[in-house]
Structures are given as C-alpha cells and as structure tokens.
C-alpha cells in the first residue's frame, strides 16, 4: 500500500498521523488543557503544521479561532475515526515467542481491541495461557471465529504455514489480517491485510550499517 | 523515510525485498536447486520480474543465460549487501512485553545479530534473563555499550523515556537505532533510526474495519 492510496474514508498518511496525535492530546488533557491548537501540535510532533491543520480538520470538530479545538471532543473524534471508540474482537493465530510478546502488546488495550482467543498447531501450547488470553487447537478456528463474530487476525506464524492460516481465517469470517509473517499474503478483495515484516525492517537497518562501515 | 530515498549504497525498495527473495533462495537450495532464475522467483513472490531482475543484478553476481543464477553465489551476495554476512553486536533497552518478545525473536540470530545484553529501569528486572539475554540496570549503559562496541539500539521503553534512552545510546556510540516506541526520535546526523510503530499500523487497520462497517 503506498502513501497516495486510500483505506476507508481518510488517506492514508492522516490515519497513520492519527495515534501520534492522540497520544499527545491525551497528554495534555491529563495535564489539565482543555483546547489544543494544532500549531502546538504540529510542533510537538515536528510535523507541518499545514498538514496537521488539515489532519484535523478531516476529525470533523470545529476549532474555535485563537482557542484551537476542544481537546476531549478532539480525542473522541480520532478514536471514532480511527474506529477505536468501541471494542473490536481479534484472534492471534501463532502463539510463538512474537506472538506471545503480542498477546502482552498494551496497545491493543488502549485502542479497545479485545484479544478473544489464540491459536496454535503445537499441541504441548493449547490450553496454555499468555497475558490472559487462552491457547486453542487450529482445529477450534473455524467453529470459534464464526460463533464469536471475530473481525480481526492477527498473523504470527512461520512462513510456510501463513497462506493456509490466512485462508481458514477468511473462511471463518475474518475480515482484517494483521500480518507479521513475511508472506505476501493473497485475500479475496475486501479483506484487508497490514502488513508489518520486521525483517525487511532489519535489512534497513543492516545495510544502512554495513554501508557506513565501507564509506 | 520514503521509496524514493536510498540508505547506503542501494535502493530503499530493493533492500526490502531482498530479505523476501532470502527466504525463497534458502528454501530452493534446500530443495536442491543449483541455480535460481529472476523470472522463477519474481513469480513465487508475485512480484514484477523486471523489477526482481534488476534488484538482483545489484547482488553483484552475474546470472548465467538460461540457468539463472548460481544459488549459493547469490545468497550469499545478498547477505553481503545487508551486511548479514558477519555479526554485528546489539543491545535492547525497555525490557517489558514487547522488549522481551523482540529478545526470542528469531530473525536476530537468522541475519546474525547478536543481542548482546538488554537494559531495563525496574529494578525487579535486573539480573533476569529472557532467551538467553540478560537484564543490566540502566546505569551499566554507557559503559557496557561502548566497552562491547554495539553497533544497534533496540529501542522498547515508554514513549515518555524514548529521546532520553536514544540520547543515552548515541553518546555511547550506538550507530542506529531499531525504534519501536511512537516517538519520532531527534539524532544527529549519521545515526540512523528505523521506525516501527505498532499503532499506527494497527489505525491502518481499525480504519479500515470501522469505514466498511459504515457502508
């Protein structure tokens, strides 16, 4: 997906800007602010303040002239944007030491996704339970995401297992894949998939590195 | 960063491949196969063979006509230009849920990183070991980092510790920075820094769940 593209109603760089904002005007509600302009914003993020003005603007609250805009109304706004003002259920298929760590992920938390169930092929981890979330057998997905009308899944398995999880997570309903497999998976059209590959992350970072060393 | 941009010597978009043509390449030699084609693997990626032709003439291995490259050469020559061809030292800092998750993560010892020791602030945490890497006291920072000459920060803590930690890790000599806090952390020049921030992946998707709910 590139930066031109649009998911939803909003662009996509405004939603990615989305929970940088929210942190911070969550941060001065707590330190008693009740209006947020978006210039302070823009220059605590070292933003464009054009481009926050505009982000804003997209939020659908009236700022108010020299006040800016109410800070809680702001906040309720993004999260309704971003569709975090009310709880969306989620499975993890992969329960591995990333898919562990995820299940401990306090964004998920913070952004009302509820974490029902989890699931693995490794039968000496089913029943087993990481950060409160419980560790079901792959053979209780499909049966468990319909009854639960689970909306998202997040993906942490080995690669060559990532296309069949996919595949059972779209049959059983699924309409969201969080993906941090390295597999460029394949969905019907209306399935959404993030992808998130730490290796191709890592080989910046290497390379970036390894250049340096040679210059 | 965006596409256009190049970190080092090649191309931001043909770095990010490479670790997706890795894969493929060990599961052929594996299989047995002597020789990899561009066209072969550009069509197991489903990626456009013209590009996959041109990120692997940057490998610097030359391809044989209608045999395709020498596999093991080309491996090799990938890992080279990632500098994942020799070990290189790093460190964590932040050893909560995802620090720890990030610390049994099998792609450091894959692309030979080497996590070297991890810092944390609680306490409670210090002289614990989590996959094999041991939690040191923040203090120990700046001596340990530049005794041990690490190269890469990996960066876990809160958000409101985020610049302090980098400051800490760039005055002891860290030369990039692995950044999974929200904060868009401020380096000098010649430290690099690769973001990855897990809700703004996460508003990518949520975005997505709440607008086609909406029609």
Redesign the interface.
């Known amino acids: 997906?590139?930066?031109t593209e649009r998911?939803?109603?909003?662009p996509?760089p405004t939603?990615?800007?989305?929970?940088?904002y929210l942190?911070e005007i969550k941060a001065m509600i707590s330190r008693g602010d009740l209006h947020v302009s978006s210039a302070a914003l823009a220059e605590t993020?070292?933003l464009d303040p054009v481009l926050t003005r505009k982000d804003l603007a997209m939020a659908g609250v009236p700022g108010k002239p020299r006040r800016g805009y109410p800070a809680q109304e702001l906040e309720n706004a993004i999260n309704r944007?971003?569709?975090?003002d009310s709880v969306?259920d989620a499975v993890l298929v992969g329960a591995g030491?990333?898919g562990?760590?995820?299940l401990?992920?306090?964004?998920f938390e913070?952004?009302n996704?509820s974490l029902a169930v989890a699931f693995d092929s490794d039968p000496a981890k089913i029943s087993l339970t990481f950060?409160g979330v419980k560790v079901r057998p792959m053979a209780d997905l499909p049966r468990l995401v319909k009854r639960l009308r689970i909306?998202?899944g997040i993906l942490t398995v080995p690669?060559s297992a990532a296309q069949a999880c996919a595949d059972a997570l779209v049959a059983a309903g699924i309409?969201?894949i969080?993906n941090f497999t390295?597999v460029?998976l394949?969905v019907p059209q209306?399935v959404?998939v993030?992808n998130?590959?730490?290796?191709?992350?890592?080989?910046?970072?290497?390379?970036?590195?390894?250049?340096?060393?040679?210059a």
Do not use: C, F
Request: charge should be neutral; hydrophobic fraction near 45%; glycine fraction near 10%.
């Open positions: 997906m590139n930066d998911t939803g109603s909003l996509l939603i990615r800007r989305y929970p940088l942190r993020l070292d944007a971003l569709g975090w969306t030491s990333l562990q760590a995820l401990g992920y306090a964004g913070e952004h996704i950060h909306k998202i690669s309409v969201a969080w390295a460029q394949v209306g959404i993030q998130v590959d730490l290796a191709q992350s890592l080989a910046v970072l290497s390379h970036a590195i390894s250049s340096q060393g040679q």
